[in-house]
């Protein structure tokens, strides 16, 4: 009888801190993000795996250079052009997500030209927008503002900034950040 006791005191338990743990359950959750270095790409997985979510990657169809001084060649011309790169990214279902946690790294003060040809590409109205952002200490820039620009409708929250990949503090911070946006207890 104790072991049986026991046993339901214990499953009664699994399912109550499972229910604490994930605190957005009803809606549909994306997390999407454009990375170069992996930078950007580290901090959506380790959002991807404290919330239920979707994981996607911004990806252009003819992706910039992995030679970093071209790189940032092709990405200024692509700012002096205002040019939307074509994205072999397409989500079917955008319609379904309610909240898009979207990762991108902070060119030139503002968002990456790949990242503004995704958002053009979906009606973000009525949608929660949470940026976040990585950078080599050039903070948020201009980014959540040309976010709030670019999607109008959209309720674009607090941000969350990271310096390159992150210290150690890291998780802390990005746990406190979902707390803040009532993802997670």
Same mark, same amino acid.
């Given at each position: 009888? $104790?072991?049986?006791?026991?046993?339901?005191?214990?499953?009664?338990?699994?399912?109550?801190?499972?229910?604490? *743990?994930? #605190?957005?359950?009803?809606?549909?959750?994306?997390?999407?993000?454009?990375?170069?270095?992996?930078? *950007? &790409?580290?901090?959506?997985?380790?959002?991807?795996? !404290?919330?239920?979510?979707?994981?996607?990657?911004?990806?252009?169809?003819?992706?910039?250079?992995?030679?970093?001084?071209?790189?940032?060649?092709? #990405?200024?011309?692509? !700012?002096?052009?205002? #040019?939307?790169?074509?994205?072999?990214?397409?989500?079917?279902?955008?319609?379904?997500?309610?909240?898009?946690?979207?990762?991108?790294?902070?060119?030139?003060?503002?968002?990456?030209?790949?990242?503004?040809?995704?958002?053009?590409?979906?009606?973000?109205?009525? $949608?929660?927008?949470?940026?976040? &952002?990585?950078?080599?200490?050039?903070?948020?820039?201009? *980014?959540?503002?040309? /976010?709030? $620009?670019? &999607?109008?409708?959209?309720?674009?929250?607090? #941000?969350?900034?990271?310096?390159?990949?992150?210290?150690?503090?890291?998780?802390?911070?990005?746990?406190?950040? !979902? /707390?803040?946006?009532? !993802?997670?207890?």
């Amino acid at each position: 009888m $104790k072991n049986r006791i026991f046993f339901l005191l214990a499953f009664f338990s699994l399912i109550f801190s499972l229910e604490q *743990t994930y #605190a957005q359950t009803e809606n549909r959750t994306l997390v999407v993000y454009f990375s170069e270095s992996g930078n *950007t &790409c580290g901090i959506a997985e380790r959002i991807h795996v !404290l919330i239920p979510s979707d994981l996607v990657e911004i990806e252009m169809e003819h992706p910039y250079s992995d030679n970093y001084s071209t790189l940032l060649e092709q #990405a200024e011309q692509d !700012l002096l052009n205002n #040019a939307r790169p074509p994205l072999r990214t397409h989500i079917e279902n955008m319609d379904e997500y309610d909240t898009i946690l979207l990762g991108y790294p902070n060119w030139y003060a503002i968002l990456p030209m790949p990242v503004y040809t995704f958002l053009e590409s979906y009606n973000f109205n009525g $949608k929660r927008i949470i940026p976040f &952002c990585s950078h080599g200490n050039g903070m948020m820039g201009e *980014t959540v503002s040309n /976010i709030c $620009k670019t &999607c109008p409708g959209a309720d674009v929250c607090e #941000a969350l900034s990271v310096t390159y990949s992150g210290g150690g503090s890291l998780s802390d911070e990005i746990q406190a950040w !979902l /707390i803040r946006h009532n !993802l997670i207890n």
